[in-house]
């Protein structure tokens, strides 16, 4: 596989529930991101990691919760989550280290809170 | 709060036209500057990036930088039904080794009728 890895594609959770959305890159790049797309609204920036370590969090309420096991593999940890947060959950990736690396989208997790 | 700002849209031109996307944003010590272009339902693909002020042209793409005026905008030439989408603007006022945290705008939402 290539590119920037998301799953599930899909997901529909209770507001008690707990789930996790997973992302894989295959680019050797060493940062990750958690980006949240509502609609009618810009691009939001809630998680970057480099190196495995976070080294931003834009005021994100904690039932979001991201886990960096490696510099491949990000995961965000979800529990009693609120209807207000169902949109869609892009994962990506860059090469951290020049104002100029773009950033490589996976295909995003459309999640449903009911 | 670093804001970027752009015309929703809907921007509506005829096949073989020149498409005119535009995107100003407010915090003068930004670096670099993207477009990206995200179809219904899919996540954001790159276009391209600028980092200077002027023109920096990649087929029928043309990025136009003006830092003083703080304005960036993307020329479609010869627009062709494909290029219907929503076009994001992108900034990186917060580089650092780290990554590249980019504040996007809302997009503009191009279509190009045959």
């Known amino acids: 596989e290539t590119g920037v890895t998301q799953t599930p594609r899909h997901l529909v959770m209770g507001m008690t529930n707990k789930k996790s959305l997973k992302c894989e890159q295959h680019?050797?790049?060493?940062?990750m991101y958690w980006y949240k797309q509502s609609a009618k609204k810009p691009l939001e920036l809630m998680f970057v990691?480099?190196?495995?370590?976070?080294?931003e969090n834009n005021s994100v309420p904690s039932r979001f919760s991201p886990e960096c096991p490696n510099s491949s593999h990000l995961f965000l940890h979800l529990h009693t989550l609120q209807p207000e947060d169902s949109a869609l959950y892009l994962c990506?990736?860059?090469?951290?280290?020049?104002?100029?690396?773009?950033?490589?989208f996976g295909n995003g997790t459309r999640l449903t809170v009911t | 709060q670093k804001e970027v700002e752009q015309n929703s849209g809907p921007l509506s031109v005829p096949e073989g036209a020149i498409a005119s996307l535009n995107c100003t944003y407010s915090?003068?010590?930004?670096?670099?500057f993207f477009w990206y272009r995200q179809y219904s339902g899919k996540s954001p693909e790159l276009i391209m990036f600028?980092?200077?002020?002027g023109d920096k042209e990649d087929g029928r793409f043309t990025a136009q930088l003006n830092k003083a005026s703080q304005y960036v905008s993307l020329l479609i030439r010869d627009s062709q039904p494909s290029d219907s989408a929503t076009y994001l603007c992108?900034?990186?006022?917060?580089?650092?080794?780290?990554?590249?945290?980019?504040?996007f705008g809302k997009g503009t939402t191009l279509s190009v009728s045959s």
């Open positions: 680019l050797g790049h060493n940062a």
């Open positions: 600028i980092y200077s002020n």
């Open positions: 915090d003068r010590g930004s670096q670099s």
């Open positions: 990506a990736s860059s090469q951290g280290g020049s104002p100029n690396s773009p950033l490589h």
């Open positions: 992108a900034v990186n006022s917060g580089f650092n080794q780290a990554g590249t945290a980019l504040i």
């Open positions: 990691y480099s190196l495995e370590e976070r080294v």
